[in-house]
């Protein structure tokens, strides 16, 4: 199997979110053909995550992919988020549908999140669905300001965070976040679309647009995306 990754400049929208900068790429059309990719989806064992907080299932991706991406993007990436970077590996990459009814979630699923402190990790999402599913939003949190959560403001952040949760009584009216609300201000929403990508740092607060209306476990019907963790050393 060949994976083929086609990078045009016509194709590449650079922006820079918020009073941080922080730079931010959306990628459409990035893999010359998707059936492939989608029909191993279909083939792949999903589980639940019980060591983190996404709200629904996943399965590994195929190394293939993996190894494609990885090749394809390190010149683009060194260049937008570190031009000291040497290298680029995968530290996960894993298929994701979202199916965690609202009644189900937990508070800290119903805020923005941050996937680590590292501030040269970064995360991809590929969507292999339509606009109807959902894309991904990105916020500033109103009390403090932050947009990126670092390892000296996360003691400060999180403390915080617990406090207004709690204040807020999110248990009593659970729900996906999907816009701005009296803690979190929307930055910026990338809209899904198939065979589109959006890269950015994983300390930047975000969280996706989820439907719950469309939430299903079958990848032929529900938001199948590809998650991964990409780190430049």
């Not at 979110?17 to 792949?44: F, H, K, M, S, Y």
């Not at 969507?127 to 916020?139: D, I, P, Q």
């Not at 999907?178 to 930047?204: C, D, K, W």
């Not at 439907?211 to 529900?222: I, N, Y």
Request: include cysteine.
């Amino acid at each position: 199997m060949t994976v083929e990754v086609c990078v045009l400049d016509s194709q590449i929208q650079f922006l820079q979110l918020g009073l941080e900068r922080t730079p931010l790429l959306v990628i459409d059309n990035v893999l010359l053909e998707t059936d492939w990719l989608c029909q191993q989806a279909q083939q792949a064992k999903f589980s639940g995550q019980a060591d983190n907080y996404y709200p629904g299932i996943r399965a590994v991706s195929p190394l293939v992919y993996q190894q494609a991406i990885t090749q394809a993007l390190f010149p683009l990436l060194h260049n937008v988020f570190a031009p000291k970077a040497t290298g680029l590996r995968t530290l996960m990459s894993a298929y994701s549908i979202a199916t965690t009814g609202v009644q189900e979630l937990r508070p800290i699923q119903m805020l923005p999140h941050f996937d680590t402190v590292e501030p040269l990790q970064l995360a991809m999402v590929h969507y292999l669905c339509s606009e109807e599913f959902g894309g991904t939003s990105f916020y500033r949190h109103n009390e403090t300001g932050f947009e990126r959560i670092t390892a000296a403001r996360l003691p400060a952040y999180a403390g915080l965070l617990k406090q207004q949760a709690k204040a807020a009584r999110l248990h009593e009216r659970p729900g996906y976040m999907n816009g701005t609300t009296p803690l979190f201000e929307r930055l910026h929403q990338v809209s899904a679309q198939m065979n589109r990508v959006v890269i950015y740092p994983g300390n930047l607060l975000h969280s996706g647009d989820i439907q719950a209306a469309r939430l299903s476990a079958d990848p032929t019907k529900g938001r199948l995306t590809i998650s991964s963790f990409l780190q430049l050393y």
